[in-house]
């Protein structure tokens, strides 16, 4: 492999990091005091955090460029709301709304009844009396209310019995449609919830009752008033607390301020973890030795990692990067990644001559550690900053935060932790205790007692060596784990192992869901969670109504093009969950009112002259975009049913917007739009963007991989770790009920950079080894690399284990998948790789020692003399 190396980069990049530890052994003042400056400069951005927030769902949390987003801006200028004849129908956003749940207790019972009845008339008075007050005066309901013809958009349940409790057990009523005398068919599939019907369509109990109040936002103080008017809501119906009435509420902000409330576990749990990465950092570095203890330097390694993200963030806040709720997790990360670096300088120092100068031992640290966190860091920050190319603003802004804290972190670690660790070498060169700073000696005199042999000396070393003495834990590897690794019936039963891993993993993959549930962005104990499952469990039956719009303009008065419409918009209607029987069209009323009015629409002129006309009497005249006697758009509506989990959802959109494109034929166009198929986009880009960003990221890692370590073999074997490790990953995240959203795709890119932090050492360590045999070539591997790789994944793990017990969906979901990240890719590092290496020069030694022997004598090779 002499012949392949590829140290061409590497060889001078190694001279310089020398060059650059022996400046910072020679002058560690500057080196340490620069970046603490630097960071309390940059610091000052977290003044802007505020200002930088973003807490919007639609904005966050769906394609920027998302096919519903574009269907919704030709909506909005096709069909404009008419602020005097509201109609939720129509709306092209979620609107501005209060909502109430009302279910019975105990559920199950009927809430058609007077009693049940005459307590909800009273919520709804309660609701349409709320008042706030507002600069000097009071806004009522009645003055933010959304209005049709003149009065205030009521619902249509209470309408139907005039308020009064006593009719509701007296009035039968249809279901899904009733007939309302001076409106017509009502539809209320969204306003009763488990709902049982009899034989001639009429409700006989009900288990839920949802009532909506929507509201105007005609201007930038009706906005404001608005706002305040729902927290006044809010306010009220939390405290709200009734007897035989299970209430959940509702309003458009909610998911908003909710998903803000994340931020209030942040602190806490950052507190937590800081503590936890600082004792477990001391306890590791450890050393019964009084002189080469390294309490103070692993310390110093977290702070160093503290003053990455201060310094990270704080810049991009000056520069005004949005930091949605997603970012929030990295500091977690970061501090698991400086840790880790920390391991790696420290282990390498441990392995420099004591008795040479610090700029010498600081030299040689850096020219072995400081390229080994130099790949790992530029393999860390490329899958970050390839998440950037990701249609999801908050996916965005984590990468960009995340990345920039990852290259902050290096920088501090070469400069900021390395200074400290050139400082605390001063004091071990003048044998110093760890504590006190004073002179001890090497071995205790014999008069003096065992307490001051324990705590008043040190300085020990090892003779042979010159180096300090072998930590323990990577004794164990060199005398126990490693030879019991690379015992056969080891060997073998690794392999099974790996294949069960391998096995499961697949199956896993099959089972991945895909989506995030927006009840998921609230914190678990949050009110906006009930009202999410009670319409998961009540209101399910009835899904989306959806818009078809006709986008050109087209004949309607052309009977034999009324006949290709009806055609095109029955492939819609035949859908598996559409309801055909709630279709609305406002062509079909049209033609009963040309045929009750004798008007001839077949005529272009007629069909034009009466269309005004006809749509000034309902609600149809936002349904036609027809200007200057020309209808330039038109749309119809199209009820779906039991649309109840993601994979109904995904299977509808697909199946609307592939019948559209099939449907539009003969100078048709169709588009189809409903609000939440903006964030229904997600399952149209989330796979194929998570598969792009994975392959991209790990093309800029092989090249990295290929250039900064001089052996083109470990490119193959990083290779290899990165396709098990996310395969694993992938798998078993499915398996523990996580889907395939924008928060999991992006650890699913951080597992890239992750997976090659623990197998191109290991790899490397292995095919550099001067060994002879296989066997102690893995046995090497795994002491000189072991403890280092298990400390690594201690630390990270202890990073985002806080995280476990959040109230956070998000923040659980990146512990889990990281968690695996982690384990999968450390056991790949200590267990897979040091077996299949062993297996792998194995079958390329024989190879060559049959090759070489046949070629001598052209038999057979005795293979009793190869040793393995």
């Given at each position: 492999?002499?012949?392949?190396r ?49 807490n ?50 105990p ?34 309901f ?22 009064d ?70 306010e ?16 458009s ?15 806490p ?10 004792g ?18 692993a ?104 990345g920039?804290?990852?290259v ?17 070498g ?52 060199l ?52 009202y ?46 559409i309801?055909k ?24 002129t ?25 209808i ?12 109840t ?183 790949h ?12 020069d ?5 190879c060559?020692?049959i ?18």
């Amino acid at each position: 492999m002499s012949r392949w190396r590829t140290d061409c980069i590497e060889k001078p990049l190694s001279r310089l990091l020398m060059a650059l530890g022996r400046a910072v052994g020679s002058h560690p003042w500057p080196f340490f005091i620069l970046p603490m400056l630097i960071s309390a400069a940059l610091g000052g951005g977290f003044y802007f955090l505020k200002d930088n927030e973003t807490n919007d769902t639609e904005e966050q949390f769906t394609p920027v460029h998302g096919p519903a987003k574009l269907e919704r801006t030709f909506v909005k200028q096709n069909f404009p709301l008419d602020a005097s004849a509201f109609s939720a129908q129509r709306l092209y956003s979620e609107g501005t709304f209060a909502s109430l749940i009302v279910s019975p207790v105990p559920p199950g019972n009927n809430i058609l009844s007077e009693e049940a009845f005459a307590q909800i008339v009273g919520l709804d008075a309660l609701v349409r009396n709320l008042s706030v007050r507002d600069g000097g005066r009071d806004v009522t309901f009645a003055e933010v209310c959304a209005k049709a013809r003149g009065r205030c958009v009521q619902n249509e349940i209470l309408e139907m019995i005039d308020w009064d409790p006593a009719q509701i057990e007296r009035s039968p009523i249809a279901f899904p449609q009733h007939m309302v005398q001076g409106r017509g068919l009502v539809f209320l599939g969204n306003s009763l919830g488990g709902v049982t019907v009899n034989e001639s369509g009429f409700v006989q109990r009900a288990e839920a009752l949802r009532l909506y109040y929507f509201l105007e936002e005609n201007s930038e103080m009706q906005i404001m008033e608005t706002s305040l008017w729902l927290d006044e809501f809010l306010e009220v119906f939390l405290r709200l607390d009734l007897k035989t009435m299970k209430i959940s509420c509702f309003t458009s902000k909610s998911r908003e301020e909710e998903l803000e409330a994340n931020s209030k576990e942040v602190i806490p749990l950052f507190s937590v973890t800081y503590f936890l990465a600082i004792g477990f950092s001391v306890v590791s570095c450890l050393r019964l030795d009084n002189v080469r203890n390294k309490a103070w330097v692993a310390i110093a390694g977290v702070i160093s990692a503290g003053l990455a993200v201060l310094s990270s963030f704080g810049m991009l806040l000056y520069i005004g990067v949005p930091f949605p709720m997603t970012v929030a997790n990295a500091p977690f990360l970061i501090l698991g990644i400086g840790v880790d670096d920390m391991f790696i300088m420290i282990s390498s120092w441990q392995k420099t001559k004591v008795h040479d100068e610090v700029k010498n031992r600081m030299a040689h640290t850096y020219k072995e550690a400081a390229i080994s966190i130099t790949i790992t860091t530029l393999t860390d920050a490329l899958a970050f900053y390839v998440g950037i190319s990701t249609p999801f603003p908050s996916v965005k802004s984590f990468c960009l935060y995340t990345g920039t804290a990852v290259v902050f972190c290096y920088i501090y670690n070469i400069t900021f932790f390395g200074a400290f660790l050139a400082l605390n070498g001063r004091r071990e060169y003048s044998n110093r205790h760890w504590l006190t700073c004073r002179k001890v000696p090497v071995e205790s005199s014999p008069e003096k007692s065992a307490i001051y042999s324990i705590c008043c000396t040190g300085g020990t070393y090892d003779k042979n060596t010159g180096t300090e003495e072998i930590h323990p834990v990577n004794n164990f590897f060199l005398k126990y784990y490693g030879p019991f690794l690379t015992k056969p019936w080891t060997v073998f039963f690794v392999v099974l192992l790996y294949a069960g891993y391998l096995s499961v993993s697949i199956y896993g993959c099959f089972q991945i869901k895909e989506g995030i549930d927006i009840k998921n962005l609230a914190p678990d104990d949050s009110y906006v969670v009930n009202y999410y499952n009670d319409d998961k469990e009540y209101f399910t039956e009835y899904g989306p109504n959806v818009m078809i719009v006709v986008t050109d303009e087209f004949p309607y008065w052309n009977n034999t093009a009324r006949v290709s419409l009806t055609r095109s918009l029955e492939k819609f209607l035949n859908l598996p969950f559409i309801d055909k029987g709630l279709f609305l069209s406002w062509l079909d009323h049209y033609e009963m009112y040309a045929n009750l009015t004798l008007l001839d629409i077949s005529d272009e002129t007629k069909f034009k002259a009466n269309l005004s006309h006809f749509l000034e009497l309902n609600y149809f005249k936002q349904d036609v975009n027809f200007t200057n006697n020309e209808i330039y758009a038109s749309r119809f509506f199209i009820q779906t049913v039991n649309i109840t989990n993601a994979a109904d959802e995904e299977n509808m959109l697909n199946k609307l917007r592939d019948t559209a494109k099939e449907a539009s034929v003969d100078g048709l166009n169709f588009l189809v739009y409903h609000p939440a198929f903006i964030y229904l986009d997600q399952f149209a880009v989330v796979v194929d963007n998570t598969i792009q960003n994975i392959l991209l990221a790990t093309g800029a890692i092989l090249v990295v991989s290929f250039l900064l370590i001089p052996n083109p073999l470990c490119s193959l074997w990083v290779t290899f770790s990165i396709a098990s490790v996310i395969v694993g990953v992938a798998g078993f995240m499915a398996l523990w009920d996580v889907n395939l959203d924008c928060i999991s795709m992006i650890i699913l890119v951080v597992c890239i950079g992750f997976s090659v932090d623990f197998s191109a050492h290991i790899s490397y360590a292995f095919v550099s080894s001067n060994k002879t045999s296989a066997k102690e070539k893995a046995v090497e591997a795994l002491f000189t690399l072991g403890y280092p790789i298990v400390q690594g994944a201690l630390s990270t793990i202890l990073g985002v284990v806080v995280l476990s017990v959040s109230k956070s969906y998000i923040f659980r979901t990146f512990f889990k998948i990281m968690f695996l990240v982690i384990l999968f890719g450390a056991i790949h590092g200590i267990i897979y790789f040091p077996v299949f290496m062993l297996l792998f020069d194995i079958y390329k030694s024989l190879c060559n020692v049959i090759n070489k022997g046949s070629k001598r004598t052209n038999e057979p090779v005795a293979l009793s003399n190869f040793r393995i």
